[in-house]
């Protein structure tokens, strides 16, 4: 990362984040769960599928499946239905059993808490891990080498958005480590969160409300390279006349 820009995300951050926790208060993971197993089982299923569709199936699931013997003992084709409508759920069954065998072989039926020990879980990479050892054990979080931040679609957009990564919004290992870089590993266990729901009611993928952004102000996108008219309030015209406005409506939204 270059010094320049370094310099310029270590003033612009902490507001950044500040604004979001305000108008983000309580912001936290969407999927429902009580137990560290819950959690993987939920974030395994939510592959390409909603959290509101994640919350209504795994609400029964839950109920049925309770540890990972569970999952073992129960026929392929049962746990498929009981999973049907998240989508998958031929690999997702696969990835479900082949996480309850290797708690059960390797952690004593415990999810562990580490990262390296996470993402030797079937159906478990970094995303996975950074979201189970942040909602389920941000003890160990604080102190584990191997700790980052969850980077789903939405935090990709957000950061490129805000100019904390110049990746692509589908590099997210690449964006992870520029983030890592960025925020101070205090608030990494809250940063995903705040992101994924600004992504949501205001940074959208296709019209973002610029105009009801509390960070917009401190955000490159909209003041610098300037998103198109249609994504915004009409403001006053500048100098420049219709060139001006055809160079602007001819940005592409980042």
């Not at 390409?48 to 569970?70: C, G, M, W």
């Not at 080498?145 to 690449?174: N, Y």
Request: aromatic share 4%; hydrophobic share 35%; proline share 7%.
């Amino acid at each position: 990362m270059p010094s320049t820009r370094k310099s310029s995300l270590d003033e612009r951050v902490p507001a950044v984040l500040e604004r979001l926790a305000r108008a983000h208060e309580g912001a936290t993971i969407a999927l429902d769960f009580t137990t560290p197993l819950e959690c993987v089982v939920a974030t395994i299923l939510s592959a390409q599928s909603t959290d509101a569709k994640i919350n209504e199936v795994t609400k029964h699931l839950f109920l049925k499946y309770r540890s990972p013997e569970d999952y073992l003992r129960v026929p392929d084709e049962e746990l498929q239905n009981d999973i049907k409508s998240t989508g998958f759920f031929n690999q997702k069954t696969r990835s479900l059993k082949g996480m309850a065998g290797v708690l059960v072989e390797d952690f004593d039926g415990r999810v562990p808490e580490t990262i390296a020990e996470l993402i030797t879980l079937p159906g478990v990479a970094r995303k996975t891990a950074n979201i189970v050892q942040a909602n389920c054990y941000p003890e160990t979080a604080k102190k584990d080498p191997d700790a980052g931040i969850a980077v789903d679609t939405h935090v990709g957009r957000v950061a490129v958005r805000l100019g904390w990564t110049e990746h692509d919004s589908k590099d997210a290992a690449r964006i992870e480590r520029d983030l890592m870089e960025a925020v101070p590993k205090k608030r990494w266990g809250t940063v995903t969160d705040l992101f994924i729901a600004h992504g949501r009611t205001i940074c959208d993928a296709k019209r973002p409300r610029c105009e009801d952004c509390t960070v917009e102000p401190l955000c490159p996108s909209s003041q610098e390279a300037g998103l198109p008219d249609l994504y915004r309030r009409p403001r006053p015209t500048m100098s420049g006349g219709a060139s001006g406005r055809k160079r602007d409506a001819a940005r592409p939204a980042l």
